[in-house]
Nanobody, 122 residues
Framework: VQLQASGGGAVQAGGSLRLSCVAS????????LGWFRQAPGKEREFVAV??????YYADSVKGRFTVSRDNAKYTGYLQMNSLKPEDTAVYYC??????????????????WGQGTLVTVSS
């Protein structure tokens, strides 16, 4: 599975962005889709994941971000509202094979997109 993330950009605090993650093929539908982010000088951290009928979020984004996927289009989305300066980071989408470990550890994700930069100014 190859993943291509897009949709990043620069916004002011309180603004919104929608990230997209397009997968290369049907194997997308046998993987859960997660989103991670990495801020300068910090470790990569879990943001959100969408599985079949279930979504989970990091506490820091809960209530502001919404993760979804369209299996027919092999595409995942991360809608980000009420953005804060601390949301500034490179955002990555990633695919995890069904049953491989937990959903919040990056090590369990096998396929990664190239990352898209989100910059939120105050």
């Amino acid at each position: 599975v190859q993943l291509q993330a897009s949709g990043g950009g620069a916004v002011q605090a309180g603004g919104s962005l929608r990230l997209s993650c397009v997968a290369s093929g049907e194997t997308f539908n046998t993987h859960t889709l997660g989103w991670f982010r990495q801020a300068p000088g910090k470790e990569r951290e879990f943001v959100a994941v969408v599985m079949w009928g279930e979504t989970y979020y990091a506490d820091s984004v809960k209530g502001r971000f919404t993760v979804s996927r369209d299996n027919a289009k092999y595409t995942g989305y991360l809608q980000m509202n009420s953005l804060k300066p601390e949301d500034t980071a490179v955002y990555y989408c990633a695919a995890r094979p069904i049953g491989r470990g937990n959903y919040y550890s990056a090590e369990n994700y096998v396929y990664w997109g190239q990352g898209t930069l989100v910059t939120v100014s105050s």
